[in-house]
């Protein structure tokens, strides 16, 4: 399958952590990445090749892998966080496929 | 610093073609291990990966798409493009280009265009 899955919605008390899932069979033979997307923005690279944080993401930010199924960490959830968020990878073809899309919200 | 600009209609009429010119500034589309591509998002969904091409001219396409589609590059203008054919309103979206890795970051995106919407009404 060339399908990644994510929960439509998440929340989180302001401080505290909260984790994104994201599965598809893809995941056990590439690596995923994970961008942020505020309204009306680009959508951001936060985390790629599984745990990997480009130059100016905070460190709050984090990924893991494990067979099929990927997540991303937020730790000490800020306020400016609120935002939907992607995972995305490749499959075999290569595609570039992404997931649904999860919107956290900062409570 | 790299910079991607989307630039073309943002009104096509239902059965046209949809064409639309990412440049490419502070950077050379002519770069091994990138490939650029066209990402869109309908209002108030998710992102769809469109195509791809590497700055040679090879070519992948979303198969959902590939009968309809056909990107290209122009290392000269440092500039790739994008035509879908027969667009109905369902193509209306906002359209990203973008780029990203090769191998086993294919699907490593990591420039964006800052995107423009494209709405496809009579």
């Known amino acids: 399958s060339s399908e990644l899955t994510q929960d439509p919605a998440v929340s989180v008390a302001l401080g505290q952590t909260v984790r994104i899932t994201c599965q598809g069979d893809s995941l056990r033979s590439y690596y995923v990445s994970w961008y942020q997307q505020k309204p009306g923005q680009a959508p951001l690279l936060v985390i790629y090749d599984k745990n990997n944080r480009p130059s100016g993401i905070p460190d709050r930010f984090s990924g893991s892998s494990s067979g099929n199924t990927a997540s991303l960490t937020i730790t000490g959830a800020q306020a400016e966080d609120e935002a939907d968020y992607y995972c995305n990878s490749r499959d075999s073809s290569p595609n570039v496929i992404f997931g649904g899309g999860t919107k956290v919200t900062v409570l | ?122």
Do not use: M
């Not at chain 2, 998710?46 to 979303?62: D, K, P, R």
């Open chain 2, 1 to 122: 610093h790299l910079q991607l600009q989307e630039s073309g209609p943002g009104l096509v009429k239902p059965s046209e073609t949809l064409s639309l010119t990412c440049t490419i500034s502070g950077g050379s589309i002519s770069i091994s291990s990138y490939y650029w591509g066209w990402i869109r998002q309908p209002p108030g969904k998710g992102l769809e990966w469109i195509a791809s091409i590497y700055y040679i001219g090879y070519t992948h396409y979303n198969s959902s798409l590939t009968s309809r589609v056909t990107i290209s590059v122009d290392t000269s203008e440092n500039q790739f493009s994008l035509k879908l054919n027969s667009v109905t309103a369902a193509d209306t979206a906002v359209y990203y280009c973008a780029r990203h890795g090769d191998h086993g970051d294919f699907g490593k995106i990591d420039y964006w265009g800052r995107g423009t919407l494209v709405t496809v009404s009579s």
